[in-house]
């Protein structure tokens, strides 16, 4: 079972290593213009390399296979990108369809490769990865899918980025203990100080959907951990 790995990998590489520079880069790639493809062909090596690092132990049997993975992970953001302005839909419709995307060929490849992953990892080894993955998905793969899809909401999420880190990793390692109900007390703090300085998160916009949202998100993701 390596499918943690993965995702770890994948959440690493498109939400923590991607700089800002890096994904406007990619969105510049034209099929026709070959020195538009940098920033698009930086990506994909950059996840080779990462889940080649994760999977270290593996490597002389999956390397091929990583090397394909790559390559279906660049020619889909290569897709996305061109399909952005020739679709009628939400950004955020063509951003979840392009994860979720993502997350399917994980599980493919997870599939291909099972019988190769000898000897299989330690229950310890995949709970950790798990946890990791997990980490980076409430704190930075939530925090972007709010500012990729709805622009307006970049001032608020830099404003409330810390807090929100902490509040979210607070409630997801509660409800990792079975301790979920205890979770949403963990947003308190940030309500009292939007409060005390004049701008409650209730009344910002989109404040209390994000709020709610990142308490479900953070704790239906420590209840299955």
Request: glycine share 6%; aromatic share 12%.
């Amino acid at each position: 079972m390596i499918l943690p790995h993965l995702i770890f990998a994948h959440l690493l590489a498109d939400y923590v290593l991607q700089t800002d520079w890096l994904a406007n880069r990619k969105g510049q790639f034209i099929v026709r213009e070959i020195h538009s493809w940098d920033g698009l062909l930086l990506h994909g090596l950059l996840l080779g390399l990462v889940t080649q690092a994760v999977l270290l132990r593996y490597i002389g049997a999956l390397w091929p296979y990583v090397v394909l993975l790559a390559l279906f992970h660049t020619l889909q953001d290569g897709l996305k990108v061109w399909l952005g302005p020739r679709v009628s839909v939400q950004p955020s419709v063509l951003y979840f369809l392009d994860q979720g995307l993502h997350l399917l060929i994980l599980v493919i490849f997870q599939y291909l490769v099972a019988d190769l992953v000898t000897p299989p990892p330690a229950t310890t080894e995949i709970s950790l990865m798990a946890l990791l993955a997990s980490l980076v998905a409430v704190t930075r793969f939530y925090e972007v899918s709010w500012w990729a899809n709805w622009r307006d909401m970049i001032a608020y999420m830099k404003r409330w980025q810390l807090w929100g880190y902490l509040e979210r990793t607070t409630m997801f390692l509660l409800s990792a203990v079975n301790l979920w109900w205890l979770a949403p007390l963990a947003v308190i703090p940030r309500l009292y100080v939007s409060r005390h300085n004049g701008a409650p998160i209730w009344e910002q916009k989109r404040g209390l959907l994000e709020l709610l949202l990142g308490i479900a998100f953070s704790v239906i993701l420590g209840v299955v951990h």
